[in-house]
Antibody
Framework: EVQLVESGGGLVQPGRSLRLSCSASGFPFGDYAITWFRQAPGKGLEWVGFIRSKLYGGTMEYAASVKGRFTVSRDESKSIAYLEMNSLKTEDTAVYYC????????????????WGQGTLVTVSS | DIQMTQSPSSLSASVGDRVTITCRASQGIRNDIGWYQQKPGKAPKRLIYAASSLQSGVPSRFSGSGSGTEFTLTINSLQPEDFATYYCLQHNSYPLTFGGGTKVEIK
């Protein structure tokens, strides 16, 4: 069974850091890019960034709103992706979701087909 | 950045109604779009990928169409469990962008 489980959310003060984890199981992690989205309370969905699979260089892309502050990484041995969030702002308060992407290998059928349950990050003093 | 304009932002409908939601892209995105359903407190769920392909396990009353800049999600014979918020998402180019969402409410 395919599963993505986020963890690491919580309450953090502005300017501080937090690291989220996305634990994957039930599929070949190495074949998939991992993408992070977020949703501020009562708002729509926003793309945050992603990391390609090692097969495609493991490179990353980020939204302008988080570039230079957030870093996505992955540990192939543990099938975990991370979202390191630095210099947090109140506007980063949101539920953060991870999802998988293997369209380069399997086509669009394997694009964002499974999502984690989300983890809430609250940035407040 | 590609802007996705979704309409309407909300609608009221009755069980059994046919509902149509539209997303317009600010530039051509081929068929690089998916449709997602989200219920309160839950993660988004993919309904449609590649503009018109039905996600496995999703009821056939859901359908998608369009190519280029105009896309449509149709729900035939709305069911009680379909009351939710729906989003389109383009993956043609980065940054990926969502439509603003359509909240489908009970009339």
């Amino acid at each position: 069974e395919v599963q993505l489980v986020e963890s690491g959310g919580g309450l953090v003060q502005p300017g501080r850091s937090l690291r989220l984890s996305c634990s994957a199981s039930g599929f070949p992690f190495g074949d998939y890019a991992i993408t992070w989205f977020r949703q501020a309370p009562g708002k729509g969905l926003e793309w945050v960034g992603f990391i390609r699979s090692k097969l495609y260089g493991g490179t990353m892309e980020y939204a302008a709103s988080v570039k230079g502050r957030f870093t996505v990484s992955r540990d192939e041995s543990k099938s975990i992706a991370y979202l390191e969030m630095n210099s947090l702002k109140t506007e980063d308060t949101a539920v953060y979701y991870c999802t998988r992407d293997a369209r380069s290998v399997y086509g669009d059928s394997r694009l964002f087909d499974y999502w984690g349950q989300g983890t809430l990050v609250t940035v407040s003093s | 950045d590609i802007q996705m304009t979704q309409s309407p932002s909300s609608l009221s409908a009755s069980v059994g109604d046919r509902v149509t939601i539209t997303c317009r892209a600010s530039q051509g995105i081929r068929n690089d779009i998916g449709w997602y359903q989200q219920k309160p407190g839950k993660a988004p769920k993919r309904l449609i990928y590649a503009a018109s392909s039905l996600q496995s396990g999703v009821p056939s009353r859901f359908s998608g169409s369009g190519s280029g800049t105009e896309f449509t999600l149709t729900i035939n014979s709305l069911q009680p469990e379909d009351f939710a918020t729906y989003y389109c998402l383009q993956h043609n180019s980065y940054p990926l962008t969502f439509g603003g969402g359509t909240k489908v409410e009970i009339k």
